[in-house]
């Protein structure tokens, strides 16, 4: 191998490293877990500066239980993945929006709320309070 041959392999080899170090796609095998539909369209709203988009459009929300905390807010559910996951996960919540903030009002609601002050989510407190009462053969 020549030293011309040796050196325009180094030179390919160094670009394809900036490439992907410059890369902020979510991995093939590793698609977006997103819970709402504010989350995803941030997620979408971010572009790779090398390929463009950056995941499936096939992705889609959940319907968030009343216990569950948004994917952007829940890091610890990120630190099994991939490092790369992680830098896309990063890219999709700009810091001038992101992170929501829970705001629980005096009647029970909660909600998470932007930093430019847009709802994201609204949970309305349960309408029955279920309150246990042992059967009459128990009380003394």
């Excluded at 430019?116 to 246990?132: M, V």
Aim: with cysteine.
């Amino acid at each position: 191998m020549t030293l011309k041959t040796r050196i325009e392999k180094l030179e390919r080899l160094s670009k394809a490293q900036q490439t992907h170090k410059d890369c902020i796609c979510f991995p093939a095998d590793e698609p977006p877990v997103l819970g709402l539909q504010a989350e995803l369209e941030s997620a979408r709203a971010v572009l790779c500066p090398v390929h463009g988009l950056r995941f499936p459009h096939s992705v889609g929300t959940t319907n968030p239980p009343r216990w569950w905390l948004p994917t952007h807010l829940h890091l610890q559910t990120w630190s099994w993945r991939s490092a790369q996951y992680i830098k896309a996960m990063k890219a999709s919540f700009p810091g001038d929006r992101w992170p929501a903030t829970k705001v629980t009002e005096a009647d029970g609601t909660v909600r998470y709320v932007l930093k430019d002050g847009t709802e994201i989510l609204r949970i309305e407190p349960e309408d029955e309070i279920l309150e246990y009462r042992p059967p009459d053969h128990f009380k003394l």
